[in-house]
């Protein structure tokens, strides 16, 4: 057990980094997260950001940042996060990515820090003890461990199938009316995706001699009936007796309890011979006769010490004077050390050794030191300084009570379990409206207002005279989709609490306003810049604010700007370069569903290009140039189909679907040569050019 004063640097690193693609990590496809508390500000600026490799500072160039974000969002296949339901907080978010709440079994939390990170070439997740909060990521002292996949990787594909099933069986907390809402659809699409592409990334055997450590998952939940001690127990390769173990954890059983942690930890431990228990802890108070502990006394649930079985205590030493909230368990005997990492506590919830018990995730390494020093060097790196342990005598503790993460019963309001889901979503034709998804009746009373304002939006009596609907659709009239409601519910309390949105789909999304109508000549220079959008459209802004101070209103009538004589000319030579770059950009392998609708329905799109290429045109132009977009469109051959792209069949039935769609928009006079004489021919070719896209 040689933990104290470890000096090297080696196994710490900046939790934020993780979220960073390397360099050859490919597309970003999509992420999920659980999470117990939650800042969505922080997920979105600091962790989406550094997943989707935004280029842009939102607090230095807001609106590059929001353009770049929107276009980057736009084109995954999920984000998402899965937040316990009593720390889900109002706050201005972008529905580009959904926002859960998960609703374990009363008495129980979602408790897991567990984040998945998918790109086309790479896998990553990261499991540990950070919340997705400032605190978490910046400012505590925790504990986590990444592992990737990607070809040839070392890492186990067993643990990622575990992972996997337990984030699919997280999901399951969130739908409380038995069937899954998009958003869960969403969640469950990218692990369904992540588990097929990941199948050859990782190693499927165990290697029992191999140069990296073996780690396997242990986990705990409502589906998960042993223990963190019995799993561990059961999946060690070397089961040979262990004589010591180390704890570290914030949290602990209440003082008043069996403190059944306490007396379990020693069940693995050999029975006969030297064993010891060490708890490294954070001292509050130090004076030169004694030391209080913000911990019960965990000797209690274990007879006096022994001579040769004891339980100890250790200083930890935590760097500027950081809060503690890793939890850590170590176990060794003469050959292997076993340490865990991630997020249950120790605490009878927190380690599965009561019927009900917290969603929970960790890792677990397994190293023989005799054959891998150089792994026990690293795990003992990774772990936090102690500098001296005390004396019995000297030991007075004091039970933490702020905030217990564990308790059973925690202070914070929560939404009814009737009030399942809030999804917004956009008809054909632009209309809004939520669908409010029930499951049996709210306590009476109820009142939904709009976000965190107290306008009324709908009530038990408006859904009443619906015919209590238990799938309610409201129209929503506003410009922008709200992010959620709050709920006020009188019979089951004061407090109003906070009910997230999510979308049907991103299509029920409008752009916003920095990208909605682009003109032609922007989106040219987009189509045919080599560089990203959100430069161009930076550039484009800038050089819009210059001419608004200067006097430019000869310039900007279209009458002078346009000769007419020369329209259809000069337009077909601007345009012909954007069709190509079009074709380009949808023969180039798309990663998600989301990104082929962003290329074909976006805001620099095909439809986007058409309707600016078709403003203010003739007939016979209108119909001329839609026949040449269509005519790329028919060309347009994506590239051979692999699995980390969608199938060719798929992008080319996109493709077909939006060339029928321009059809119906080209004039009927464009297409009847009788009918525009000197331009006759330019029907008889648009005609021609309609028949063979759509043979």
Not at 131 to 155: I, K, M, W
């Amino acid at each position: 057990m040689k933990k104290k004063g470890q000096e090297s640097r080696n196994g710490y690193g900046k939790l934020l980094d993780a979220w960073l693609p390397p360099e050859d990590a490919g597309s970003p496809i999509g992420c999920v997260a659980t999470t117990f508390t939650f800042n969505p500000v922080f997920f979105e600026k600091e962790c989406l950001s550094r997943f989707l490799g935004l280029e842009t500072d939102a607090t230095e160039t807001p609106t590059a940042y929001l353009i770049e974000g929107e276009e980057k969002a736009a084109n995954i296949d999920c984000a998402a996060v899965l937040v316990d339901q009593h720390q889900v907080s109002k706050a201005i978010r972008s529905l580009r990515w959904d926002l859960l709440v998960a609703r374990p079994p009363r008495g129980t939390i979602l408790h897991a820090k567990v984040s998945l990170l998918l790109w086309s070439n790479r896998l990553r997740v990261i499991v540990g003890s950070a919340n997705l909060t400032e605190p978490g990521y910046r400012d505590n002292h925790e504990v986590f461990a990444v592992l990737e996949y990607f070809n040839d990787s070392p890492s186990p594909l067993s643990v990622l199938d575990d992972l996997i099933t337990f984030l699919h069986d997280a999901a399951t907390l969130a739908s409380t009316d038995g069937s899954p809402s998009p958003a869960v659809n969403r969640w469950n699409g990218l692990l369904n995706r992540a588990s097929t592409m990941s199948k050859k990334w990782g190693r499927t055997s165990e290697q029992r001699d191999s140069e990296q450590p073996r780690v396997f998952a242990i986990l705990t939940g409502d589906r998960q009936v042993k223990s963190v001690f019995d799993q561990m127990q059961e999946k060690r390769f070397d089961k040979s007796a262990l004589h010591t173990a180390v704890v570290i954890s914030p949290f602990y059983d209440d003082a008043d309890s069996d403190n059944k942690p306490a007396l379990r930890i020693w069940d693995i431990l050999k029975q006969r011979g030297r064993a010891e228990v060490q708890y490294q802890v954070t001292v509050i108070d130090d004076s030169a006769t004694s030391q209080q502990l913000e911990m019960p006394d965990v000797r209690k649930a274990f007879p006096a010490n022994r001579g040769d079985r004891q339980t100890t205590f250790a200083r930890l030493v935590l760097e500027e004077d950081r809060p503690l909230h890793a939890k850590c368990l170590w176990f060794e005997n003469d050959n292997t050390i076993l340490s865990m990492i991630g997020s249950s506590n120790f605490t009878s919830l927190g380690l599965g050794l009561r019927k009900l018990k917290n969603v929970e995730a960790n890792l677990c390494f397994e190293v023989n030191f005799v054959r891998q020093p150089k792994l026990k060097e690293a795990l003992e790196a990774a772990w936090l300084k102690t500098d001296e342990c005390f004396e019995d005598d000297q030991l007075r503790f004091k039970p933490r009570k702020d905030c217990d993460e564990d308790a059973e019963q925690l202070d914070s309001a929560i939404l009814h379990e009737a009030f399942c889901d809030a999804i917004f979503s956009r008809d054909n034709e632009g209309h809004g409206s939520i669908e409010f998804v029930f499951q049996g009746e709210p306590p009476s009373g109820w009142t939904v207002f709009v976000e965190d304002t107290n306008e009324v939006f709908v009530t038990e009596t408006a859904w009443a005279e619906d015919g209590k609907q238990p799938r309610w659709h409201v129209a929503w009239q506003r410009p922008r989709p709200p992010v959620g409601f709050e709920v006020s519910c009188p019979a089951a309390g004061p407090t109003r609490v906070w009910w997230p949105v999510s979308v049907e789909s991103d299509q029920s999304l409008s752009p916003p306003d920095e990208l909605k109508n682009l003109p032609l000549e922007l989106l040219i220079e987009v189509l045919t810049s080599s560089r990203p959008l959100h430069q161009v459209l930076a550039k484009h802004l800038e050089r819009q604010t210059e001419s608004d101070t200067k006097d430019v209103s000869a310039e900007r009538d279209p009458h002078r700007r346009v000769d007419t004589s020369q329209f259809l000319l000069q337009r077909t030579r601007r345009v012909s370069w954007a069709l190509r770059a079009l074709r380009e950009r949808l023969e180039k392998p798309i990663a998600s569903e989301q990104a082929l609708c962003w290329r074909l329905r976006g805001p620099i799109g095909v439809l986007a290009l058409a309707r600016a290429i078709t403003d203010q045109m003739s007939p016979i132009e209108r119909g001329f140039f839609l026949a040449e977009l269509c005519l790329e469109l028919h060309r347009a051959q994506p590239q051979t189909e692999d699995a980390k792209c969608l199938p060719v069949k798929t992008v080319r039935a996109a493709i077909r679907q939006v060339i029928e769609e321009l059809r119906q928009t080209i004039p009927p006079e464009a297409l009847d040569p009788e009918s525009v004489g000197e331009f006759a021919p330019l029907a008889k070719y648009v005609g021609s050019v309609v028949e063979k896209v759509l043979a």
